[in-house]
């Protein structure tokens, strides 16, 4: 029976890959990831670094594995494994099920009674909390918040019932970020948060600040990149 394999990539700077990554990219005989286009460009990126050629390097397959295609892909990624295949799952940027898909995956292969193993490595949340400046002996993730505004409003609310006094940790994507500060605002006050945008990457940046100065940056200059918001929330 084979191993699946959780494997962190880098989330910008690909320096940040660790080496027990790239042996096991480099060895496994499939490779489960959103993108089989970004995938196959950090193979080939890997390769450089390693001083492999393409014709020396091992060619693991690419399978196609993301939020509308994980059902019907996890039973043939199962039998494969059992079929004695190490396969690694990737996501596209950081470490897989972490607001990405994999975490049905990982609960069939223990189900299964498959071996799993996790490579740890790159995580937006970890580098954005350490960059905050903001408590980091308790913090809550919360992904992304919800679509729908009600949805969302009622989370923002219950951030304010929380029993301790907590980090609170967002990701949003560019196109409603301002959104998710207005309805932060209007729930929580113009308090003081830390955005995070590009970590790792030549355009990092990081912003501490009310609500207000970041709204007022970000409706005159296009938010671009992935974000990750942060704040204090709780009793």
């Given at each position: 029976m084979g191993i699946l394999y959780i494997v962190a990539t880098p989330i910008g700077n690909l320096q940040?890959?660790?080496?027990?990554?790239?042996?096991?990219?480099?060895?496994?005989?499939?490779?489960?990831?959103?993108?089989?286009?970004?995938?196959?460009?950090?193979?080939?990126?890997?390769?450089?670094?390693?001083?492999?050629?393409?014709?020396?390097?091992?060619?693991?397959?690419?399978?196609?594995?993301?939020?509308?295609?994980?059902?019907?892909?996890?039973?043939?990624?199962?039998?494969?494994?059992?079929?004695?295949?190490?396969?690694?799952?990737?996501?596209?940027a950081g470490t897989p099920t972490i607001s990405d898909p994999g975490f049905k995956l990982v609960r069939e292969c223990i189900r299964e009674g498959i071996k799993i193993d996790s490579l740890p490595g790159a995580s937006s949340v970890t580098a954005a909390i350490t960059l905050s400046g903001l408590?980091?002996?308790?913090?809550?993730?919360m992904g992304f918040p919800p679509q729908k505004p009600g949805h969302r409003k009622t989370l923002f609310e219950n951030l304010t019932k929380l029993p301790i006094k907590t980090t609170i940790v967002l990701f949003e994507s560019p196109h409603h970020l301002i959104r998710t500060l207005e309805g932060l605002k209007e729930v929580l006050g113009d308090i003081n948060i830390v955005i995070c945008r590009e970590l790792t990457k030549i355009f990092q940046e990081v912003r501490r600040e009310n609500i207000s100065k970041s709204l007022e940056h970000f409706e005159k200059t296009n938010p671009k990149g992935e974000f990750v918001i942060l704040f204090n929330s709780g009793a």
């Open positions: 940040d890959i660790t080496l027990r990554a790239i042996k096991v990219l480099g060895n496994v005989d499939a490779i489960a990831c959103e993108d089989t286009r970004k995938t196959g460009f950090l193979l080939s990126q890997i390769n450089s670094m390693s001083k492999k050629s393409a014709d020396n390097a091992k060619k693991p397959a690419l399978i196609s594995y993301y939020e509308h295609n994980e059902l019907q892909r996890i039973p043939e990624i199962i039998n494969a494994l059992k079929n004695g295949l190490n396969i690694a799952l990737v996501s596209d408590p980091t002996d308790k913090f809550l993730f």
